[in-house]
Each structure stands twice: as C-alpha cells, then as structure tokens.
C-alpha cells in the first residue's frame, strides 16, 4: 500500500542546490520531502569538486617535490603511490560527506526517500512506495556525463568524471577526449602524477575563456609535456596492446594515439529522463528545464535549479538558485537569478578566474570600455614563489565601474573574492587604491592594477599646475 505525504517542500534531488533548498527551508520550519535515488551529495560530493580537487591536491605535491631543486632543495624523484593517492580522494569525500548525509538531513526534521522519483500529474510524484502531493516541487537532480556516439568506444573500459576516481593503480597514458575544465584539470594532475597525456577537442581549446588568459594555461601544459589536439575528430577506438587505440582526423592528416586509459569529458547533460515531466506540464529539452527569472518552470507549482536547467554549471550557482527558490516560494520575494554575477574557476595550474563580462564580451556591449592590466612577474611574493605566470586584467566603463575581471594565476580563484564584491556592489576601480593590503601577498595585484585607473593623470597638465601652485604656498 503507498503511503501518501502532503508536505510544504518536495525536492527532488540531493546534490547541492537540492540539500541547500531542504537545509534552509526545514530550518525555516517547513515541512519538507528530499527524494535521491543515488548518493547524498551528488555530483559535487561524489564524483565532481571535492574528489577532482583533492587529486588536484596531491598532483601538486608531487610536482611541488620534482620542481624542488630551482629553491635549492636537492630531492629525489617523487615516488607516487597510486593507492594512497586513491585513499586520499576518497578520505576527502568521507570527511565532508557528514555535512550532506542522511542522518545529518533527517535530524533537521527533513523526510529523506531514497527511491527514483517520477511524477504522474502536475501535482503529484511518486518516489517508490510513496506519494508526494506537495504545495511546491523543486527539480534538482543534476547532470550526467555526455557520452558521444563514437564507433567502438562502447568496447573498451573508458572513464568519465563518475568513475575515474576509482582508479587505484598507476596510469600510464591518459587519453583525454574534451578539452573543457574537467579534461584539461583531470589531464593536467595525472601529468603531475607521472602519466603520459594526450588532450583531444573538436575545436580550439577554451574558446570561453578570455584568449590571453587561456593561452597561459595552455602553454603551462604544453610545457610540462600534454600532448594537445584541437580541432579533431575522433573516428573510432578500438583495444590494442597499450590498452586501447583512438583514430582521429586532423585536418587532412589521420592519426593513431594508444594509450592505456581514456577518459569521456565531452561535457554534461541535464539528469531527466526518468522524471516524466510531461505528465507535470514541464517545458524542457535535451538542453534543460526552461525556467524564468525565479526558476520556475512552466508549471507554477515546481522550480527547477542548478545543472537541471543547463547554461552554466557550478555548484556555487546551485546554491545561488537555492537560495532564490527559498525566497519566492516561502518569502514570496521576486529576486532575480541575473541579478548577481556568477564568478566560474578553473583549478589548473596555474588557475584561470573569471567574473563579470570578459573583454571580447564587453566590447560587443559596448565600444567605451578601459583595460587595466597587471602581471604577476610584477609582484613581490609571486616572485618569491616563482610563480610569475599569468596576470590581471579588469574591464571598466570610463567612469571606472567594473565590468569584468580576468585573473590567471597563483591562486587566482581566492584572488577574485574581492572583484565580486566590488562588482555586486557596482564599485569603481580607483576605490580599491585606497585599501590597506598586506606585504607581500598575492592579493597586492589587485591593488596595483587598480592604481594604473589613474595613470593618465600623470601626464595632465593642470595637474603638474596644481601641484606646483601648492608647492609655491608652502
């Protein structure tokens, strides 16, 4: 016999948008049914920031300890095991894995069902055994990796983002295909952790990314040996002695890659096939759930969040529209999900950040646009660290509001915290000359690009005037 529940909140979905709207809204005192038919957590938790950072982590070290002799520390070879690396990632997981779990969840008084969800008429879901005939739904369960039709892929052990870090032995050559984010940060730590690497895409490599920037990035792993290879296309794989074989056109030329394991990072795609939208009046397509400006989709009664409506996915951003379901569904609030500048980093090394409209994106709004920039070879720490490669660059109005912020460097997405709020509070450049940093950090280049807003009064005649009628006064 089902059970039939009539709670305030159904969500449907337990990553991070999903359990950021069941936190806040069974703190508030609402009623609220969380539905998962996999892990708690999701994608983040399980298979996407927390374990690809944490590799990240131990791939630095280990080419921390190769690059050792330019300070004048003699060490030897890093020598790598590949099972403590796994045990690593996986501890990451398990230590922040409290924080989404179903005691956690349970405890804050939300009903946690652990079934496949689907609805059967605007207004109700049924997830196993139980019907859910709540006052609003939230779809929040994510996206999947977009595995293309490639002939003869589907006979051989190929990887993505939700298997790859099962991996506890040595991989000898990484075959990459997807030269976005996850390829390039997953291709780039197994570099560090001594494999061979080889990176394909369809097309130029980070065409989203500001093209000075990328090409720091991308010279950063051509120089440390990745193999790279834009505008291609993959003809087939297929098993072979190494393990498996990729052939591929480029251009005129075909080509033959072996290696021992190939990775499937040719994007993601929105998790909704079994959810039955239709039967809930729910506007969407391969690309997502359509939504307006407070997500709601089609029908009134469900909001949609996070990599369930596509465009851009990040976990920050499912929080983001967390909490603007939060305010229109309990608050009856009109927030509106354009309103804050989304900020998106990619953990390479080094890292490139961005918020704000790039350069080529600014000039397409609008001709009278200024550019600051600022190199990291230019700054005292970067140079202590000899990690001088990238730099700064801040797009303004004339007025000096800031627009957009490009930052490529040591530490970058922690140097971008203080570009997004003076974009969200529609600050102007010159105001960050007056802020006191410390010395020597990083965070000095913000400064220093920010002074280069006033570099053209140097050269104003009036102003030598000013200066010397003062002089003349004492």
């Known amino acids: 016999m089902e059970e039939e529940l009539t709670p305030d909140l159904c969500v449907i979905g337990a990553g991070s948008g999903g359990l950021s709207v069941a ?13 998962e038919k996999g892990l708690m957590g999701g994608d983040c938790l399980n298979y996407g920031c927390v374990p690809s950072k944490a590799l990240l982590a131990a791939a630095k070290r280990a080419d921390a300890v190769r690059t050792a002799s330019t300070f004048g520390i003699d060490v030897l070879e890093a020598q790598i095991d590949h099972r403590a690396v796994h045990d690593h990632v996986h501890r990451a997981i398990a230590n922040i894995a409290p924080n989404d779990s179903l005691e956690r969840f349970t405890g804050l008084g939300v009903r946690v069902i652990q079934a496949q969800a689907s609805f059967l008429d605007k207004e109700t879901l049924e997830a196993g055994s139980v019907l859910v005939r709540a006052r609003r739904f939230v779809i929040a369960t994510g996206g999947k990796p977009n595995v293309p039709a490639i002939p003869g892929l589907d006979e051989v052990p190929y990887l993505t983002n939700e298997t790859i870090f099962d991996l506890g032995e040595r991989v000898q050559h990484l075959i990459v295909l997807g030269g976005g984010p996850i390829g390039l940060e997953l291709g780039q730590a197994y570099n560090m952790l001594g494999a061979d690497v080889s990176i394909f895409d369809t097309g130029e490599f980070l065409t989203k990314e500001d093209p000075e920037a990328a090409r720091v990035v991308l010279k950063r792993l051509h120089d440390s040996g990745v193999a790279m290879y834009p505008n291609t296309r993959v003809e087939r794989v297929e098993p072979s002695v190494q393990g498996l074989a990729v052939h591929f056109s480029q251009g005129t030329d075909n080509v033959i890659v072996k290696g021992s394991h190939i990775l499937v990072a040719a994007g993601r795609r929105p ?11 729910v506007t969407h397509s391969d690309r997502g759930i ?6 709601k989709t089609s029908n009134r009664k469900i909001y949609a969040v996070g990599d369930a409506i596509g465009g851009q996915q990040f ?13 229109n569904a309990l608050f009856r609030l009109k927030p509106d999900v354009s309103a804050m500048p989304i900020p998106r980093v990619m953990y390479t090394d080094p890292e490139l950040a961005q918020v704000g409209l790039t350069e080529k994106e600014a000039r397409e709004k609008t001709r009278r646009i200024r550019i600051y920039r600022w190199p990291f070879a230019d700054n005292d720490r970067a ?6 490669e990238g730099f700064i660059k801040v797009i303004t109005k004339k007025d000096g509001t800031i627009l957009g912020v490009t930052l490529v460097g040591p530490e970058a997405g922690e140097l971008l915290q203080l570009w997004i709020v003076a974009i969200a509070k529609e600050m102007r450049i010159g105001d960050l000359t007056s802020l006191v940093l410390p010395y020597p950090t990083f965070s000095e280049i913000s400064k220093r690009v920010a002074f280069t807003y006033y570099r053209p009064l140097l050269t104003k005649r009036w102003l030598h005037w000013i200066i010397g009628l003062l002089r003349k006064l004492g």
């Open 290 to 295: 359509k939504v307006n400006e407070q997500l």
């Open 271 to 281: 998790n909704l096939k079994s959810l039955s939208l239709d039967r809930a009046g």
């Open 383 to 388: 140079q202590c660290e000899r990690r001088t």
């Open 23 to 35: 936190a806040a809204a069974a703190q508030l005192g609402v009623s609220v049914v969380l539905v």
């Open 315 to 327: 976990t920050h951003l499912a929080n983001y529209h967390a909490s603007i379901v939060i305010k």
